[in-house]
């Protein structure tokens, strides 16, 4: 089983819908959860973190945390063509070693138009 | 601070040659992370420093993969005979002491630097 997984993409919405990724994580006592975005030939930049149970909210960006099913998601509303990037989740704080920082695959997202 | 500087920025080498990279990281940040990004792939965790110590290397690694962080600023990435297999960008990030809530996991990545082995 790999440490952090994705749903599988590429993933397409048409402009002003929301977009729906989704991750999940091995390690049960995992500390800290973060969505990064990358542009084609960018490097990863940080979007959220959430350390919590529950929802945290950033402009047109909800992150989702549930720690009881290994869980986290990330809702982007009113999506823009601008949007269109991979998404990486990226977890931390995991038993082996607590400051080491494990990424996901990655979805990409398309928004249409 | 001009954030994460990374050199060079695309290296071609031939199969077997020995290349080196480097990492300056934010002036503030204690923690060094250095990752192997393919096309298509999340970036895959190589090794992280916090200040000058190595914590971990990734057991993927061959023993040709070797980093250094002396006096805890700067670090260098050096692959030994080097592969086809070895060509990927190669990314360093950094991120700051302090707690979780603080943003103490919260990695700031450099551009990026790209191998390719002929």
């Known amino acids: 089983q790999k440490e952090v997984e994705q749903n599988s993409g590429p993933l397409s919405v048409p402009e002003g819908a929301i977009a729906s990724l989704n991750c999940t994580y091995s390690?049960?006592?995992?500390?800290?959860f973060f969505w990064y975005r990358q542009y084609s030939g960018k490097s990863p930049e940080l979007i959220m973190s959430?350390?919590?149970?529950g929802d945290k909210e950033d402009g047109r960006f909800t992150a989702q945390l549930n720690k009881a099913s290994q869980y986290v998601s990330l809702l982007i509303r009113d999506s823009q063509p601008s949007d269109s990037a991979t998404y990486l989740c990226a977890v931390n704080g995991m038993k082996t070693s607590y400051d080491k920082v494990i990424f996901g695959p990655g979805t990409s997202l398309s928004v249409i138009p | 601070d001009t954030g994460v500087s990374q050199d060079p920025r695309h290296k071609i080498t031939k199969r077997g040659q020995n290349v080196t990279f480097r990492c300056d990281p934010i002036s503030e940040h204690n923690r060094l992370y250095w990752y192997r990004q393919t096309l298509g792939q999340g970036p895959e965790f190589l090794t992280y420093f916090q200040n000058e110590a190595q914590l971990e290397k990734s057991r993927l690694l061959s023993d040709r993969f070797s980093a250094e962080r002396p006096k805890g600023s700067f670090s260098t990435l050096e692959i030994q005979r080097t592969e086809q297999g070895d060509s990927a960008m190669y990314l360093c990030a950094s991120s700051p002491p302090g707690t979780k809530e603080a943003g103490a996991n919260v990695l700031t990545f450099g551009a990026g630097s790209r191998l390719t082995v002929l």
């Open positions: 959430i350390y919590s149970n």
């Open positions: 390690d049960r006592v995992s500390q800290s």
